[in-house]
């Protein structure tokens, strides 16, 4: 268990802004930060951070919190965890308790395989840097790249032996089970012809090893090069699919480049483990690799959070021309802005890198990028001048990339820049990508028609479903305590003059703090929220504010389970959400709540008790039907409740 002391410490000191800001491209929004959803495929930002407050709210999805509730829903860190990545970030020293093995045993699979990578990787750079063979083979060729002993532990790269099982021996030695060795990767353990499990042996033996890490810098696998010349065995060999490793959901070099990727404002994308750690170490950090995988559309929104502008960096030969062209229609769906740079034949990034000084490396860049679709108008009209069947070819192939861009200003850029290089009419270009994106529209049409085919829907699914009144209201009410529970307030009380005259009445001004005047008026009610979580939230929120001279929400929120601090989040961020689209700035006036606060408590208690009396009508309504006894009595307290909703919509009346 970690100390309460360690827990107090991580949210003192813990920044919301920062922890959010490796993740997402925060941009200032007035007093906030605004970015796009790291949980949703969005192009409009809908994400804000709110560093007064220290909590975090995501219109797009509803998710919301406090900085430990990020990790846990972006990361999927347990709470323990959120913490223990916190603590590291800030150098906070974490007191707890160890885990008894019991505790160990309870750990979820998920987990067990990230503490297992990391093991791994501990163990490989252990090997790398002390053993005779991970000196003698490993370091040597690292050596050989140029990688200095900085890059080589900022990397924390590895090497394993070329023994059958020296890795998976120690793992197992060390309490590790087979079962999650083998899942991992790690380990291979295959059958015999009788189908018994043979011996386990290494997943990666004889290779230097670069650990793929996450966004947050936990472990998801490793990729391994083989060091010597056997043509038989792949030179690459990756980590397979597990519970923690997509390959199409990550980056190579993302967590040693995030930071400085929104920094620059722009990503240089890679091929190969090398490229990245070579660039690393010359100065120009924010560049990722793709470590030999196709661009799928994940790892481009996972570079889409950090910037909208992505550098593509190939081989100057023809091969690496083509290479420049695939998927980058996936790039430009997304709405980002597109650069190539190729090097001379013969080149590539890594080897470029080694025999360039960052300042001539960073010339090169600048001086070489182009736009991506000038570049591959270019390329391709070079290939085609002589060939006009070719050439025609070529535009479609063009018209067909520009047809992904939603910018529609972009795109009638391109269209003019294409029919320049192309020498052919703008008008042309433009009738041929109507009629494409026309094609597109139609497929697409026919695409949902195929997966969504016709039916015949009964009556009640079309019904729109009933608003859930009570919670709604129980909702707002916890609004109110958590955004004005220490406002004071003067109020208008109704106190009856003669209780045998309902009319008979005179409006009194008495002065409140918001949470008092709730309280009392639930009580004098006896009314008890019906939704769990709002029973248990407000009972909080009211032990809070009775006790505390000095509430400070904040402190609250780091007190409760993240279930709670998540609607408490929620209602702190409410009306941040008009900053995102600068209502004001555009002369539109948004009236805020804190304004007219005795109104809003006054009608929400009022409507609550509307809806209440309303419900115990209709049930004593049901009774006087089903019983065949006491119906005076049942027919007395209905009148009663119909007189006191008649006081109850007076009252509600004069405050709407």
């Known amino acids: 268990m970690i100390s309460r002391t360690t827990i107090d410490s991580v949210f003192e000191t813990a920044r919301v802004e920062e922890v959010i800001g490796d993740f997402v491209q925060l941009k200032r929004a007035g007093s906030n930060l605004k970015g796009l959803s790291p949980f949703t495929d969005e192009r409009t930002p809908s994400f804000m951070v709110s560093p007064s407050k220290q909590i975090w709210k995501d219109f797009s999805s509803g ?21 223990r990545y916190l603590a590291k970030k800030y150098g906070i020293e974490i007191e707890e308790t160890e885990q008894s ?54 990397f924390e790269l590895g090497y394993a032996s070329n023994a059958w099982s020296d890795f998976t021996d120690h793992a197992l030695e060390k ?35 670069f650990p793929i890490k996450s966004l947050s810098g936990r472990t998801l696998g490793f990729g391994g090069r083989i060091l010597t010349t056997d043509k038989k065995t792949a030179k690459y060999l990756n980590s397979p699919e597990s519970e923690i490793y997509h390959k199409s959901k990550i980056l190579y070099g993302i967590y040693e480049a995030k930071q400085e990727i929104s920094k620059a404002d722009n990503c240089f994308l890679v091929e190969g483990y090398t490229d990245v750690i070579q660039f690393h170490q010359r100065g120009i950090k924010n560049v990722v690799s793709s470590s030999g995988t196709a661009l799928t559309p994940e790892q481009i929104r996972l ?29 430009l769906e997304q709405g980002m802005n597109v650069k190539i740079v190729t090097f001379p034949e013969g080149e590539d990034p890594d080897s470029f890198a080694r025999k360039h000084s960052l300042e001539e490396l960073s010339e090169f860049l600048a001086e070489n990028a182009r736009d991506f679709i000038a570049f591959k108008a270019n390329s391709l009209a070079e290939e085609s001048k002589n ?29 003019r820049e294409c029919a320049r290089i192309m020498e052919v009419s703008e008008e042309v270009l433009f009738g041929t990508l109507a009629q494409l994106l026309q094609k597109e529209y139609r497929e697409s049409q026919k ?28 909702q707002k009410i916890l609004n109110l305590l958590i955004l004005y529970g220490t406002k004071v307030v003067n109020f208008e009380d109704w106190v009856l003059t003669d209780e045998q005259d309902q009319n008979s009445y005179e409006v009194q001004n008495t002065t409140y703090k ?8 639930l009580q004098e009610d006896e009314v008890a929220f019906s939704n769990p979580e709002f029973k248990e939230l407000y009972a909080e929120l009211v032990k809070h504010l009775a006790q505390s001279s000095d509430f400070e929400i904040m402190t609250f929120i780091n007190s409760i389970p993240p279930n709670l601090a998540q609607i408490v989040s929620a209602s702190l961020m409410d009306e941040e959400r008009y900053t995102l689209h600068n209502w004001e700035g555009k002369g539109i006036a948004v009236i805020h709540k804190e304004d007219v606060v005795s109104q809003l408590v006054t009608q929400t208690i009022l409507s609550l008790r509307w809806h209440l009396i309303n419900k115990q009508i209709d049930e004593l309504s049901k009774d006087i039907n089903d019983s065949d006894e006491d119906k005076d009595e049942i027919l007395e307290e209905i009148m009663n409740y119909w007189r006191l909703r008649q006081m109850v919509a007076k009252k509600l009346h004069r405050v709407i």
Do not use: C, W
């Not at 919301?64 to 323990?80: A, C, D, I, K, R």
């Not at 949902?448 to 009570?470: A, I």
């Open 63 to 83: 998710k919301g919190g406090n900085v430990v509730s990020f990790l846990m829903e972006h990361e999927h860190f347990t709470y323990p965890e959120a913490i």
């Open 387 to 415: 060939d006009p069947v070719r050439k025609a070819e070529t535009i479609h192939d063009i018209i067909q990339s520009i047809s992904k861009i939603p910018d529609l200003v972009k795109r009638e850029v391109y269209v």
């Open 447 to 474: 695409q949902k028609k195929q997966t969504q085919p016709f039916q015949v829907v009964p009556k009640e699914e079309h019904e729109v479903q009933e608003v859930d009144v009570q919670y709604e209201l129980e």
């Open 175 to 209: 309490g590790y089970k087979l079962e999650y060795l083998e899942k991992t990767g790690l380990t291979i353990v295959r059958e015999n012809q009788a189908g018994q499990s043979s011996n386990p042996i290494d997943r990666f033996r004889g290779r230097v090893l």
């Open 514 to 521: 918001v949470f008092e005047k709730i309280y009392l008026d």
């Open 303 to 331: 570079i889409n959070r950090l910037t909208k502008n992505i550098t593509l960096l190939f081989d100057g030969d023809a091969a690496g021309v083509r290479a420049a062209f695939r998927g980058v229609d996936l790039i």
């Open 101 to 154: 093995s019991e505790e160990k045993e309870q750990a979820n699979e998920r987990e067990s395989l990230y503490v297992l990578n990391e093991f791994a990787k501990n163990y490989f750079h252990t090997k790398l840097t002390t053993s005779e063979d991970g000196i003698a083979i490993g370091l040597s060729y690292f050596k050989e790249r140029g990688f200095t002993p900085e890059t080589i532990k900022t």
